[in-house]
């Protein structure tokens, strides 16, 4: 298989895919952890946005990766909210 020289496409591929499960219901989650499950969705596409806006050429953008570091650093709130 020939390797893509551009990964932009593929990355808005997923990005696209992960946006299309937030319209899903889930299954099988508990409903106490979807909050939870939507989390980490959601941190699957910054963190792919982020990837591609480098790959474009870009520079990184402290507040990006700062909105990305406030969707990671939740994740222990909505685990353990959950819980109680």
């Given at each position: 298989m020939?390797?893509?020289k551009n990964r932009i496409?593929?990355?808005?591929?997923?990005m696209r895919q992960l946006g299309?499960?937030?319209t899903?219901?889930?299954?099988?989650t508990q409903p106490a952890y979807k909050p939870l499950?939507?989390?980490?969705v959601e941190i699957a596409i910054a963190a792919l946005q982020e990837a591609a806006y480098?790959?474009?050429g870009n520079d990184a953008d402290i507040l990006r990766?700062?909105?990305?570091?406030e969707l990671?650093?939740?994740?222990?709130?909505?685990?353990?909210?959950?819980?109680?």
């Amino acid at each position: 298989m020939a390797k893509r020289k551009n990964r932009i496409a593929p990355l808005e591929h997923e990005m696209r895919q992960l946006g299309n499960l937030k319209t899903l219901e889930p299954i099988a989650t508990q409903p106490a952890y979807k909050p939870l499950s939507d989390q980490l969705v959601e941190i699957a596409i910054a963190a792919l946005q982020e990837a591609a806006y480098l790959e474009a050429g870009n520079d990184a953008d402290i507040l990006r990766l700062a909105r990305l570091s406030e969707l990671v650093s939740a994740l222990p709130d909505l685990a353990q909210a959950e819980k109680e």
